[in-house]
């Protein structure tokens, strides 16, 4: 199968999940309702920035592209297929929903005593972190990913789980609310640096083996025929860490700049003060 072919795939219109684009679309058209002309409904309400739209919106996209586009009949045949797939929906989804969720449309649900008390036991940070990457590992164990891809209730229940583990991984280090974001900078950065860490070994494993682990992609595709089960693995390997790299970095870059921002505020705010008791005293003498 050459590579036109593999990718002729996304030009069927049957194997897109026009269900699913419907829901997507009905999440994206109430999110930009609610962040323009019903704004001023909410409580201390304060106007969304175009790059917080783009954030969510992206983030809705990805997600449906991941469950809803042929790349989810592509992930049942191949698993590095499989892997893209995961690294969409729990290293890029996550984060972009955070930025784009306004702190007034979170506050009404995490104020709730049930919901606030399970956030705040979730998105402790070193929790988080083990939490999160525990789950990835623990999924890839052999034994319990084949269970997994064979029964769909397990598979979809393993899905929202690993979802919600991930959003309560970022959370901490996006702060989504201002008054609950009390993590500074530098162990913001050792959260992802943590991460970046704590999943090598299940990618090393799966990347440098050089036997198939996973009996739900022992064969050879049969729809898509491209490269040997052992490739296959290995590949997936190598695109769940490099997709994780660039996300982590660019997180780590968003930190840092936001942390030089908060310096230079701080030294000019340090500066106008300074100038003005230097003011006040030359009034005095």
């Known amino acids: 199968m050459s590579s036109q072919e593999f990718f002729q795939v996304y030009g069927y219109w049957s194997n897109w999940d026009y269900k699913l684009n419907l829901v997507f679309l009905a ?13 001023k409904r909410f409580k201390d309400a ?14 809705l996209i990805i997600y449906f592209f991941a469950l809803g586009s042929p790349l989810n009949l592509m992930a049942h045949e191949l698993f590095s297929m499989h892997m893209m797939q995961m690294s969409f929906l729990y290293f890029a989804v996550p984060p972009l929903l955070l930025l784009g969720m306004p702190a007034y449309l979170l506050r009404p649900v995490v104020n709730l005593k049930v919901v606030r008390g399970i956030i705040r036991f979730f998105t402790k940070p070193l929790f988080s972190v083990f939490f999160f990457n525990g789950l990835i590992s623990f999924y890839h164990v052999p034994v319990v990913f084949d269970k997994i891809m064979k029964e769909h209730l397990l598979h979809d229940l393993s899905h929202g789980i ?47 083996t050089d036997v198939v682990l996973f009996q739900s992609y022992m064969d050879m595709s049969q729809v898509f025929p491209v490269m040997s089960p052992i490739h296959d693995q290995q590949l997936g390997g190598v695109i769940m860490k490099i997709m994780q790299e660039i996300v982590y970095i660019t997180a780590i870059g968003l930190v840092f700049l936001k942390w030089l921002r908060q310096e230079r505020a701080k030294d000019e705010a340090e500066l106008r003060e300074w100038q003005q008791q230097n003011q006040m005293k030359l009034r005095e003498s």
């Open 46 to 59: 304060e106007p969304v920035p175009g790059w917080k739209k783009f954030c969510f919106l992206s983030g």
């Open 162 to 208: 690993l979802l919600f583990a991930a959003l309560c991984m970022w959370w901490p280090i996006i702060g989504p609310i201002p008054e609950w974001d009390r993590i500074k900078p530098i162990p913001k950065l050792g959260l992802i640096f943590a991460n970046g860490i704590l999943l090598t070994p299940a990618c090393a494993m799966i990347t440098f």
């Open 27 to 39: 999440i994206g058209m109430l999110y930009v309702w609610l962040t323009g002309p019903f704004r």
